[in-house]
């Protein structure tokens, strides 16, 4: 809950001084569970806010009014926006987000097993990704490119190699791949999520000894 007052309080401060910081990590991770309830909820017509925690957060403290007495559409509308702006992530982004929650959920009973899958394949891809990119993560920040060519080859050989030496990797691998048929993702959408993550991550402030 708090994750909403820092960063809006923040990004409010910053615009009064006229400099605004690119959220954090966690802002991001936040702001895409705030869309896919928002499309749920649009989706599937459900009435009850509570049932969408980081949604209700996210439109109480932005004071969004419900649109056309449904919620979800204009929630979707403003957190998109926001992520583009902020992250720089292009619509076919959240397209792809809204064709999955469409196949996999057809009712509200869905929604547990498809947030449950979705956090599976997010750790076990993320997971995956810090075993295989180890000291590619010391690049410095400024060498984006450099990081975004490395993390899509990652990416790439996480979905069609097969010939991997290590056990433990060429199961989890697996595992990605059942996610990605059952969740319906392209590798493209997969290449753009990973990266903000891992872009977002070296901008984390070091814990302190």
């Not at 909403?4 to 910081?21: I, M």
């Not at 569970?33 to 749920?40: F, G, L, P, S, T």
């Not at 292009?90 to 999955?100: G, L, M, P, Q, V």
């Amino acid at each position: 809950m708090s994750i909403f007052s820092k960063l809006f309080g923040k990004k409010n401060a910053e615009e009064a001084e006229g400099t605004v910081r690119v959220g954090g990590m966690e802002d991001f991770m936040t702001l895409i569970r705030v869309y896919y309830q928002a499309v749920m909820a649009a989706q599937l017509g459900i009435s009850n806010i509570n049932f969408l925690p980081d949604m209700a957060v996210f439109k109480r403290t932005l004071k969004i009014p419900t649109q056309n007495n449904k919620l979800g559409i204009a929630e979707k509308s403003r957190c998109k926006k926001m992520v583009m702006e902020i992250y720089g992530i292009n619509e076919s982004f959240f397209k792809e987000i809204d064709a999955s929650i469409k196949k996999n959920c057809k009712n509200v009973n869905d929604i547990k097993n498809y947030l449950f899958m979705f956090q599976g394949f997010s750790q076990d891809l993320m997971m995956l990704i810090g075993n295989l990119m180890q000291w590619k993560f010391r690049l410095p920040s400024m060498m984006t490119k450099l990081l975004r060519n490395m993390t899509e080859k990652t990416v790439h050989d996480i979905l069609t190699k097969t010939d991997w030496k290590d056990d433990g990797v060429r199961k989890t691998c697996a595992n990605i791949r059942q996610y990605q048929h059952a969740l319906g993702y392209s590798e493209d959408w997969i290449k753009e999520y990973v990266y903000n993550i891992v872009l977002l991550a070296k901008k984390e402030p070091k814990p302190k000894a």
